[in-house]
């Protein structure tokens, strides 16, 4: 049975966005993306809040598995409040499991129950499907945007018709090119029209993380308990692919066919960044990968980029969630 979702505690600090900036790390990412098919989204925050860089940081974006953050944030809102027990069993039903199968849970698992607990570390470890919609059942859509709108993602409805959110037609942004927004309405669009879409930005995305990277991702408690999960990602093939070796970096990516995402923070010497980084409506997924990887080192201050190769191999990568 659905409950209520619980009172709303204090607000996650929202880093605000200024006009263009004029890093080298901006220069860089649009140097990237010029010329580049398709709709690509970039924000990295430093530690006090403010952008290091941005494009189209608030053109709507498809989520993907991003959307199983909102979900993970909304069930921690739940156990703390009490609703929810952190180690209550919880039955896997058949009919969560994909025809394919699950990332995370066998299909001969179907209608054992598990910990709370195991389903949080399988959906943002695994990416696990099946138990996203298992806990999905503890929430409902409204609770969800309420939860989205605590952590400040302001743009974020899940289970939507774009057509029906306050902001729609979406406008350029002053980091936004008129034509990635045009493609990006478009694509969502025609998404809707299969079934409900969960629309997103990359600022709102990269709130998300700032939330985390500074402990006030709605409470502490909730802060930490989402970075250790995250941080045993088993998908690393954009920002951890990139980082040097030791350094602490957690991440959540998604896909789509034609969509690629990664959020993440990466910890520098200089201080941790917090970053967002998404693609929609991209022919290839293997270029668009190609391309995160590339953003996320302009993220992390690197300032030699490679070009992306004409003919890509990401046959070493993790599949996709």
Known sequence: MITPAPPRPTPTPE??????????????????????????GFVVL???????????????????????????????????????????????????????????FAVDEAGQAFPLSDLLYAVGAFSSNAAARTLLTFTNTEALRDTAVLIGMER?????????????????????????????????????????????????MARYQYGLMTDTLISPWISQQIVAILEKQLIR???????PEGTRVFNKPGNLVDAVQDVGVVYLDDGPRAMALM???????????????????????????????????????????
Do not use: C
């Open 15 to 40: 880093p605000t966005l200024a006009p263009i900036v004029g890093t080298n790390e901006q220069a860089l990412a649009e140097s990237l993306l010029a010329g580049e098919i398709g709709v690509y």
């Open 237 to 243: 093939d954009r920002i951890p692919f990139v980082v």
């Open 156 to 204: 974020t409805y899940l289970f939507s018709d774009p057509t029906e959110l306050p902001f729609w037609p979406p406008e350029p942004g002053p980091d936004a090119p008129e034509e990635d927004v045009a493609l990006a309405r478009r694509y969502l669009e025609d998404s809707a029209a299969v079934g409900p879409v969960n629309v997103t930005t990359p600022l709102d």
């Open 279 to 321: 693609s929609e409506a991209v022919p290839d997924d293997d270029r668009a990968t190609a391309v995160l990887q590339r953003l996320a080192m302009i993220a992390i201050g690197e300032t030699e980029i490679p070009p992306v190769p004409d003919v890509i191999d990401n046959s070493s990568a993790a599949p996709p969630d």
């Open 46 to 104: 430093a530690e006090d809040g403010s952008v290091i860089a941005s494009h189209n940081s608030e053109t709507p974006f498809i989520t993907a598995s991003l959307y199983k953050l909102i979900v993970m944030a909304d069930i921690l809102r739940r156990v703390e409040a009490g609703e929810l027990a952190i180690d209550e069993p919880v039955t896997v039903e058949a009919s969560a499991f994909d025809e394919a199968g699950d990332m995370y």
